[in-house]
């Protein structure tokens, strides 16, 4: 014990500098190493405290600058420095080791350009990954609430120092460990952010673990750590990367005035194409209309044969009478009375069979003329109009339901942007002084009267109180006398005159 008293009190407080080895963290929270250099070796350690204090993740082979106190572990006879604060030696150690672990997990392909997936162009969820407390989250909202609001969930982590890693890629995990219809909503997308620093306190990004998360995520992720010139290992493996988390809040959704101006746009250009199409189809029905053979000229044949027929019925029943006639004539020697009658009376029957025939033809030749023509036309007719009358109505359904979407949301914005004014005009308003007792005075044509000038004897006026306005009118210099609420003192006033008013005013009597 006299030996390490002595090894404590003869250095107190030194600084190393050594490459790390053998590094060894205890269930405990404490880490364990040697320090080293191409002439000596020296064991340390890192109380849990410290450890949790480090604004990056020690490693073998890194080289570090040590402060602390040299003590003695009599356990094994041997002294060691109990480490209070560690920096890497120099940011071009830090690089080395960065640049070594990007080629690593490049060459694995972690940062490829095939496996980065789309960002969503309106996400309904987005989840952030980021301090609960410092300003990265507050202009993150603050610029989704200018553009688009949109639901969003934090998961609070450490964003530097000891465990801030396992932390950040326990948060990318969760995120996706969540499922779809479950009581908290999986994000659609994800937004790992963090304000500016330095390359010590950016190293929780470069971390493998960090990277490694970010890659495997299913849900799209944009990486927004640091400034614009900041660059970590995050990035590459990101799906999108923003130079700083507002940056990233603008590129995970559009601008809604935007999308509602080209949504006006479009819905003014589809009722200008309804209109043109529906148009253009009344123009195609009259085209076919104007093509179609007119009821005359399907009936103009037939009739044309009608009357041909008609012409020759005549001359062909002479004709055929004619004949009959001369046959009976030839007949008439060899046949009796009772035959000649029976003769005459076949043929009769048989020419009205003809005649009765040859008109039910006829008149069927242009009842199936009619009902063609008919048919033609009121298929035509259909077709058209039911392919019109479809498009229309589909296209009015559509319009109805984007009309009863919009209509409650303008009259809300319409309403929240009277509220402003409303308050404020009755704020201002006038009225609100009558109700401290104050009165208005007007004239006869309703201007307001400020100045007692302004009234002249015999004037009329009108009082307006809070609750209800009084008439009177003017009498000598100063003598005011109302039409209603005065009348009582106007009385008095005649029942005791003023005695120097007599003096001066003659009396008529």
């Not at 104007?290 to 399907?298: A, E, N, T, V, Y």
């Not at 000038?453 to 004037?459: N, R, S, V």
Request: hydrophobic residues 40%.
């Amino acid at each position: 014990m006299a030996l390490k008293r002595a090894v404590e009190e003869r250095f107190g407080h030194v600084r190393l500098r050594g490459e790390i080895s053998g590094l060894k963290r205890a269930a405990s929270g404490h880490v364990y190493l040697t320090l080293k250099d191409d002439k000596a070796v020296i064991d340390g350690v890192i109380w849990k405290g410290a450890a949790t204090r480090l604004s990056f993740r020690p490693e073998d082979g890194l080289e570090v600058v040590c402060t602390g106190k040299l003590t003695i572990y009599p356990g094994r006879s041997k002294y060691q420095i109990v480490i209070e604060q560690m920096a890497p030696a120099g940011a071009g150690a830090l690089m080395a080791l960065l640049e070594e672990r990007k080629k690593k997990l490049s060459a694995e392909g972690l940062f490829a350009e095939e496996r980065k997936k789309t960002i969503p162009y309106l996400p309904d969820v987005i989840g952030v990954v980021t301090s609960p407390t410092g300003a990265v989250i507050r202009d993150i909202l603050h610029r989704l609430e200018e553009r688009f609001p949109r639901r969003v969930l934090v998961w609070p982590v450490m964003v530097q120092g000891d465990g801030a890693a396992e932390q950040i890629a326990g948060a990318i995990a969760g995120f996706n460990a969540l499922s779809d219809g479950g009581d908290i909503p999986r994000p659609d997308v994800l937004i790992v952010a963090r304000g500016g620093g330095s390359l010590e306190d950016l190293w929780a990004f470069n971390e493998e673990i960090v990277v490694r998360a970010a890659a495997s995520s299913e849900i799209p992720l944009i990486s927004a750590v640091g400034h614009e010139t900041d660059t970590t290992l995050i990035d590459y493996a990101a799906d999108l990367r923003a130079p700083t988390p507002t940056a990233a809040a603008e590129k995970a959704v559009p601008v809604r005035a935007d999308l509602l101006y080209s949504l006006q746009d479009l819905n003014s250009r589809m009722r200008r194409a309804a209109t043109r199409q529906g148009d253009e189809k009344s123009q195609q029905l009259k085209s076919l209309y104007r093509g179609m053979p007119r009821l005359g000229d399907l009936l103009g044949l037939p009739t044309q044969k009608f009357d041909d027929l008609s012409d020759r019925l005549p001359r062909s029943l002479a004709v055929g009478l004619q004949v009959h006639e001369s046959r009976f004539q030839g007949l008439n020697v060899r046949l009796t009375p009772r035959q000649l009658k029976r003769q005459a009376d076949t043929l009769q029957q048989r020419l009205q069979n003809n005649t009765i025939r040859y008109q039910s033809g006829l008149r069927m030749i242009l009842r199936d003329g009619v009902q063609r023509y008919d048919s033609i036309a009121s298929r035509v007719q259909r077709s058209q109009l039911q392919r019109i009358e479809t498009g229309l109505t589909d296209q009015i359904i559509r319009l109805k339901t984007r009309l009863r979407r919009c209509g409650p949301r303008q009259l809300e914005a319409a309403q929240a942007a009277l509220a402003g004014p409303a308050r404020l005009l009755e704020s201002l308003s006038y009225k609100n002084v009558l109700n401290r007792g104050y009165a208005l005075v007007h004239d006869e044509e309703g201007q307001p009267i400020t100045r007692a000038k302004g009234l002249a004897t015999g004037d009329a006026f009108t009082v307006e109180f809070a609750d209800g306005k009084r008439q009177g009118r003017v009498e000598g210099s100063g003598q005011v006398r109302s039409s209603s609420a005065q009348t009582g003192r106007a009385a008095k006033s005649k029942k005791t005159p003023n005695k120097n008013h007599q003096k001066d005013q003659g009396s008529l009597f």
